[in-house]
T-cell receptor, first 112, second 114 residues
């Protein structure tokens, strides 16, 4: 399944399928990006990060792709599991300051 | 390592009362950040503090909100004369000196103004 972030804030996938969550960021000066997972009633949990001098980074079952030309970030989750159901946020850090700017999030629901 | 500790987890205040939210950073972290999350929205930056110093408060409302991070004890986010629109989840994050890598969030305080 695939979302386009702001236009599709919800994404439903079958267990075992791959998920792709997209995020468009706003500032070409952003130099560091993080994907967070937030479960209901909990704080954001770090999933994976990427610096602006990279275009791809892989973790365990997750891959982040960065396209600076179109200011686009995606999170790919392989073999999606019910425990992956949550809201996923991308966050960008600009090259001044230490705060992060968050997108509105995509709600992922995994259907058993 | 207990992580970033926030308390209380839930706070109910009547309109006009004061709300105090506390955040203890991770061990070894000296930078603290406060964010606010309205229902079904992303987190919005409020303020960035180091010990005894406010570094960036560009996201703080001009009135009723203040934050501190004293030499000893937790960081405090204080909201005076709360209104219904202050109802939100307030998250604290911390990071080590000079780095944002290792930026870690607490579980948040959910403020409800009745």
């Amino acid at each position: 399944g695939e979302s386009v972030g702001l236009h599709l804030p919800t994404l439903s996938v079958q267990e075992g399928d791959n998920s792709i969550i997209n995020c468009a960021y706003s500032n070409s000066a952003s130099d560091y990006f993080i994907w967070y997972k937030q479960e209901s009633g909990k704080g954001p949990q770090f999933i994976i990060d990427i610096r602006s001098n990279m275009d791809k980074r892989q973790g365990q079952r997750v891959t982040v792709l960065l396209n600076k030309t179109v200011k686009h970030l995606s999170l790919q989750i392989a073999a999606t599991q019910p425990g992956d159901s949550a809201v996923y946020f991308c966050a960008e850090k600009r090259n001044t300051g230490n705060q992060f700017y968050f997108g509105t999030g995509t709600s992922l629901t995994v259907i058993p | 390592n207990a992580g970033v500790m926030q308390n209380p987890r839930h706070l109910v205040r009547r309109r006009g009362q004061e709300a105090r939210l506390r955040c203890s950073p991770m061990k070894g972290h000296s930078h603290v950040y406060w964010y606010r999350q309205l229902p079904e929205e992303g987190l919005k930056f409020m303020v960035y503090l180091q010990k005894e110093n406010i570094i960036d408060e560009s996201g703080m409302p001009k009135e009723r909100f203040s934050a501190e991070f004293p030499k000893e004890g937790p960081s405090i986010l204080r909201i005076q004369q709360v209104v219904r629109g202050d109802s939100a989840a307030y998250f604290c994050a911390s990071s080590p000196v000079g780095r944002v890598y290792g930026y870690t969030f607490g579980s948040g305080t959910r403020l409800t103004v009745v």
